[in-house]
């Protein structure tokens, strides 16, 4: 089966490229990355002389050269995406523009080219903020909160209008917080481990009592391969670690595990919009595909922690130039950015 890959050069993608081609010679891959910030072919170092690897460089939204790289393709598995809340709230354009857009585009294409098989990647941030004791099934409603999630339900319900409207082999999977080797860090897991070992402060977004679903990256893999696989089309699976945990409480497993001092906790003005709680219902993927996340919480933080104390100049590679930027602008003087966003119009477009 010959996958294209789009967006596999960021965390989950990469990821997924690695434990697809570590399965044997079933699958050969393109994948398709347009390399912004968070792109990076360093995560894709181990199988880059794959023989059944190959990569295109390339924008969603250009449907010619997509167009070229998809050709004789199988299957698409659709992970490009900007995938950063925070980014989405300092600057809405080029979120909108690739994941709207580019979902748009991508489909087009698929439906030009007849492609058998179409995984669209989406996240359980377009269910919004659930109210403690309730789980969010594949029937909640969509209630994005965020201009990241808002764009992520637009391309869920353009994908669902393909498969409605012409008959578009497309499924749909809606995964938790993902955490694990290669994520940038920017967010929360890697951001803190980051930090820890540099000995910066843990900012935690006003009072830290917000909880998420986390699921180790591997254990997503296999739930997005079973759905490639064996999902019917039309249908949406979400894929959840099923351990819930409060922000604060993962602060604090983290400071224990790289041994340094609570200390380092620093309370910082919370997110705008910011949801409470995520907590997913995955019955239907146990049922019906019968997969179910094997990393417990525990052991998964132990295998990242250690995965980034040894992987040094991957991390030098990622942690200057725009990630400084972004990290002085944000966070080190954090109160006056987004004092001036709360107070400003709209922000730049491309
Ligand atoms: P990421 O930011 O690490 O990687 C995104 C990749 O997409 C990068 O390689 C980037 O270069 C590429 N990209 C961005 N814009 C592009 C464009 N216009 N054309 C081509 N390539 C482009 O993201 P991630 O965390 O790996 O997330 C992957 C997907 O999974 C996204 O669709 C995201 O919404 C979804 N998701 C992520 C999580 C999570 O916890 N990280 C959870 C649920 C769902
Ligand atoms: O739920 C799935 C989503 O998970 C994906 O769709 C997104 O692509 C992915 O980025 C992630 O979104 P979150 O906003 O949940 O992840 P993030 O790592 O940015 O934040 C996790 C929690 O930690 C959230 O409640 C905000 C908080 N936080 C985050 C950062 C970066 C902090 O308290 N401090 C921080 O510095």
Known sequence: MKILVTGGAGFIGSNFIRYILALGRKYTVVNYDKLTYAGNLANLEQVSAHPNYGFVKGDICDASLLESAMRGCDAVVHFAAESHVDRSIYEPSPVIRTNITGTFTILEVARKLSIPRFVHISTDEVYGDISP????????????????????????????????????????????????????????????ITN?????????????????????????CGGILAVLEKGKIGEVYNI???????????????????????????????????????????????????????????????????????????????????????????????????????????????
């Open 133 to 192: 004791n309730e789980f969010a099934d594949e029937r909640s409603p969509l209630q994005p909160s965020s201009p990241y999630s808002a764009s992520k339900a637009g391309a869920d319900l353009l994908v669902r209008s393909y498969v409605r409207t012409y008959d578009f082999p497309a499924v749909i999977t809606r995964s938790s917080n993902n955490y694990g080797p290669y994520q940038f860090p920017e967010k929360f897991v890697p951001l803190m």
């Open 240 to 350: 959840g670690g099923l351990d819930l945990e409060e922000n604060l409480t993962l602060a604090r497993r983290i400071l224990q595990l790289t041994g340094k001092p609570e200390s380092l906790l620093t309370y910082v003005r919370d997110r705008p919009g910011h949801d409470r709680r995520y907590a997913l219902n995955c019955e239907k993927i146990k049922d019906e595909l019968g997969w179910k996340p094997l990393i417990s919480l525990d052991d998964g933080l132990r295998q990242t922690i250690d995965w980034y104390e040894n992987s040094g100049p991957w991390l030098a590679g990622v942690r200057c130039g725009e990630y400084l930027t972004y990290y002085e602008k944000y966070y080190l003087n954090r109160e006056q950015s987004l004092h001036a966003i709360a107070s400003a119009g709209p922000t730049t477009s491309e």
């Open 196 to 220: 820890a070992m540099s000995n910066q402060v843990f900012p935690v977004y006003g009072d830290g009592k917000q909880q998420r679903d986390w699921l180790h990256v591997e254990d997503n």
